[in-house]
């Protein structure tokens, strides 16, 4: 049986990712906490882990001692900015503890500045929308970074602002006054010019700051390819999803399937890309499908699928991911800021992890500029639509208890942040089964 160690570059960022609202509970000022209250989610955030009452002290304790060397975690706009003229010195103050939390534990900080949520102020005035956004955003970004910026100089302005926009505007799982996709991308649009002027104001603001967002790139495939409509249906789910946004980024213009929009200010605004990564679509044409603009997209048949079906295990679409990221932006610094599955069990996480590392480090063996790769998530939290029914943690969660439960996952992630590698031993040891993909003789 071959004996090796996948080792990865010095100083390379190992951590898990998470999202204000999915954990920190009692979240009420914002518009997801208002849409779970009238039944449009698979139950409500309540508590979620408990962060805000002072549990990130134990979880961070948990990724410290399970030698992660970096967090990514979201700040709350609605706790900082509880109405539009006011700021809650108290809450900020709170970030900056967390913040030191992790430098006390010698963990480097990445901090998202937007991550689904708004205020309900801003909602009510119909947010993302209209252009005023902008200056609001900016405004509510110079505040936090000035009180945060002692503790981290690596933001991400926006989370997936992608699926923001498709979940909410087209597919409707996400809280919206009104749907459409001209508006959506009217939407995507005001948040390119947003996360442009934020970009620049962190610039000002702390000269040394990496700034970037947070991309949710999806590889598709059509289910026939030879068929012109499924074809037809991948392209233009891949034009909408994929590209809009690095599209704005790289060249100003932002090329979206129902026009372009012009924010040269956008151009260039990136010290690293970004890349969330779950899985790859298989996408076809499908006439009953009107609320998804006539597109199917699955998974093949005999995929290695989590609950629900929810995502493949597709490991080489990470890699393809990030040879689309090399070739779009040769030389852009890479983080991976999520990858993860939904697995109650931790039978398919084990070697969802194995496998995809084992991809970022054909990557990083072609002297592909990855820095870092953030899992989804630390314990399990609260998923939006879906709310508790998927369970992302390494560790488990008993929502009514606030009882954390460890994975056998914990542990092979804590050996790979350990050795900066991904060894045979682990292979073996957590997921046997696909030794001898990894490891073939
Ligand atoms: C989002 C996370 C979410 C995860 C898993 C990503 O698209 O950024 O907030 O929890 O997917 O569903």
Redesign the pocket.
């Known amino acids: 049986m071959p004996q090796a160690t996948y080792h990865f570059p010095r100083g390379f960022l190992w951590g898990t990712a998470t999202?204000a609202h999915?954990v920190e509970g009692n979240n009420t000022n914002n518009q997801w906490w208002q849409w779970e209250q009238t039944g449009h989610t698979n139950g409500t955030s309540g508590l979620a882990a408990d962060w805000w009452g002072g549990r990130w002290r134990e979880d961070f304790d948990r990724a410290a001692e399970t030698d992660q060397n970096a967090h990514r975690l979201s700040v709350e706009w609605s706790r900082i900015q509880p109405t539009p003229d006011t700021w809650d010195e108290d809450a900020l103050e709170r970030y900056r503890l967390m913040l030191r939390g992790l430098r006390e534990r010698g963990m480097t900080a990445m901090v998202t500045l937007h991550?689904?949520t708004d205020p309900l102020w801003l909602f009510e005035m119909n947010g993302w929308e209209r252009e005023e956004v902008v200056g609001l955003f900016e405004k509510f970004v110079r505040k936090t970074v000035e009180a945060l910026k002692e503790y981290c100089t690596l933001w991400c302005t926006i989370?997936?602002p992608n699926?923001y926009t498709l979940s909410g505007y087209v597919m409707g799982d996400f809280p919206t006054k009104q749907r459409g996709m001209n508006l959506g991308m009217q939407v995507m649009a005001n948040m390119l010019r947003g996360h442009a002027a934020a970009y620049r104001a962190i610039h000002q603001i702390q000269p040394e700051a990496r700034v970037g967002y947070a991309l949710?790139y999806r590889p598709m495939v059509a289910k026939h390819p030879r068929f012109p409509l499924d074809a037809l249906m991948r392209k233009l789910r891949y034009d909408g999803l994929n590209m809009a946004f690095p599209s704005g980024i790289g060249t100003g213009v932002m090329k979206t399937p129902v026009g372009n929009f012009q924010v040269p200010e956008a151009r260039g605004t990136q010290d690293y890309l970004g890349l969330?990564y779950?899985s790859v679509d298989t996408v076809s044409f499908h006439l009953g499908k009107p609320r998804e603009l006539f597109t199917s997209s699955g998974y093949p048949e005999d995929a290695d699928t989590s609950e629900q079906r929810f995502i493949a295990n597709i490991p080489a679409g990470l890699f393809d991911t990030l040879k689309w990221a090399v070739r779009t932006y040769p030389d852009l610094p890479i983080l991976i800021t999520?990858n993860g599955v939904n697995d109650s069990s931790d039978d398919l996480r084990r070697r969802y992890l194995a496998q995809h590392i084992h991809q970022v480090w054909r990557a990083v063996n072609f002297n592909w500029p990855v820095k870092g790769y953030f899992h989804?998530?630390l314990v399990d939290?609260f998923?939006?639509e879906r709310g508790w029914t998927?369970r992302?943690g390494l560790w488990g969660l008993e929502v009514e208890t606030q009882k954390r439960i460890k994975r056998p996952s914990v542990d092979l992630y804590a050996e790979i942040c350990k050795e900066n590698g991904l060894s045979s031993e682990m292979v073996q040891k957590y997921c046997p089964e696909v030794f001898a993909r990894l490891f073939p003789v």
């Open positions: 999202a999915q991550h689904f989370n997936e699926v949710h969330n779950y999520e989804w998530t939290n998923e939006w998927q992302f």
